[in-house]
Every structure is written in C-alpha cells, then in structure tokens.
T-cell receptor, first 114, second 114 residues
Framework: DAGVIQSPRHEVTEMGQEVTLRCKPISGHNSLFWYRQTMMRGLELLIYFNNNVPIDDSGMPEDRFSAKMPNASFSTLKIQPSEPRDSAVYFC????????????FGDGTRLSIL | QKEVEQDPGPLSVPEGAIVSLNCTYS??????FMWYRQYSRKGPELLMY????GNKEDGRFTAQVDKSSKYISLFIRDSQPSDSATYLC??????????????FGKGTLLTVNP
C-alpha cells in the first residue's frame, strides 16, 4: 500500500517567496495533519482536517501560513511570504476513521528559506 | 512547563544493552500513549500504543505507563544498531471522533554501537 506522499522532498528558496507544500494522504483516511519539526521546538501540530474540514488550526504560527484540503486525496500548506525562521521539516500525517488507529506520517519536506 | 517533557539525550549504548527512554507529562487528561521511532530523514513511525496505565510488550520492546506519576517509559532489550534512531513519545486525550490531536515530546536520539 502506498503511504502518505509528500512533495517536494526538499525546497530551498529565498526569503519573501511563496512556498507550497503538498500532501497525498493514504486512500480511505479521513483525517489529515500538518506538523512542523525543528530542533528547538520538536514536532508541532500546525493544523488538522477531518473529512476535508479544518478542525483545529490553533498551531498555525501566523497569517502567512494557510492550508487547504480541496478533496480527500490532496492537501496543501502554503507560506506567503516565507521567512528564514520558517526553515524546518514539514510533515503530513493521515489517519482512518476507526478508533485507535495510529497516525501514518509521510517522509516530510525539508524547507530552507535563505 | 511544557505539557510533555522528554530528555533529548543523546543516548549512546553498546549493542545488547537494555535501553530506557522516558517522558513525563503534566495534563492528567491524556489517556492514550504512544512511542514513535524516527530514522534520519524519515517520518515518525508508530512503535508502541497503550491505553491508560500498565505495561505492553512487543518483542524486544516494552512500554510502561504510570498515570499516577504522569510518567511513561519505553524499554528496549538486547538493543541492536538498527535501533539507532530518535524516539518520540506522544499522547492523546480522546479516543476518536474528530479529535486525534497528538502532543509529542521533543524526542531522544539513541545510538547503539556495534
């Protein structure tokens, strides 16, 4: 079975540019999570969706960050404008509807803002 | 005080050693406790999943939860070089519905030397 697929795997861009990260959850999973991982703060939840609807976006750091889930098989996390402090590894995870299921993570996008 | 505290290490042990990894937490509402393993440049993968207090064993791995002390542990017996990774504890308050939000520790980097 295909796991959670994230693209791109690496992104290097200059400060001020728009960055779009993409995620394809596991087929049949109805909850999707975006996380950010840094050495200083560890793994932090940014936002999560249930049945394509944003449920909790309290972790989104500021208005420069936005996330969408237009359908059950695709989500984006956008940063506009990007800043050097946004440099981190961004993970997407998904989970099925059955209680007790673990979150399945993608391999992340390593983002560097110069 | 952060909700979940985890010693970041690094922890270095010889092959065959017993490894003990620990987390403490402050919120008594946490009911579900997990350990994730994360290899370098990969996403976290679920290793152990327990509900409430008690022990759970899976091969060389044992997870312990002591809710009275707000303390969880992961033990690795007969550690192998392939166990070298970052281990993250994670916790959740509710069992299902739309609330699958996990709170992670910052992770402990483990190296098992041949």
């Amino acid at each position: 079975d295909a796991g959670v697929i994230q693209s791109p795997r690496h992104e290097v861009t200059e400060m001020g540019q728009e960055v779009t990260l993409r995620c394809k959850p596991i087929s049949g999973h109805n909850s999707l999570f975006w996380y950010r991982q840094t050495m200083m703060r560890g793994l932090e939840l940014l936002i999560y969706f249930n049945n394509n609807v944003p449920i909790d976006d309290s972790g989104m750091p500021e208005d420069r960050f936005s996330a969408k889930m237009p359908n059950a098989s695709f989500s984006t996390l956008k940063i506009q404008p990007s800043e050097p402090r946004d440099s981190a590894v961004y993970f997407c995870a998904s989970i099925g509807a059955t209680g007790g299921q673990p979150q399945h993570f993608g391999d992340g996008t390593r983002l560097s803002i110069l | 005080q952060k909700e979940v505290e985890q010693d970041p290490g690094p922890l270095s042990v010889p092959e065959g050693a017993i490894v003990s990894l620990n987390c403490t937490y402050s919120n008594s509402a946490f009911q579900y406790f997990m350990w994730y393993r994360q290899y370098s440049r990969k996403g976290p993968e679920l290793l152990m999943y327990t509900y409430s207090s008690g022990n759970k064993e899976d091969g060389r791995f044992t997870a312990q939860v002591d809710k009275s002390s707000k303390y969880i542990s992961l033990f690795i017996r007969d550690s192998q070089p392939s166990d070298s990774a970052t281990y993250l504890c994670a916790m959740r308050k509710n069992s299902g519905g739309s609330n699958y939000k996990l709170t992670f520790g910052k992770g402990t980097l483990l190296t098992v030397n041949p």
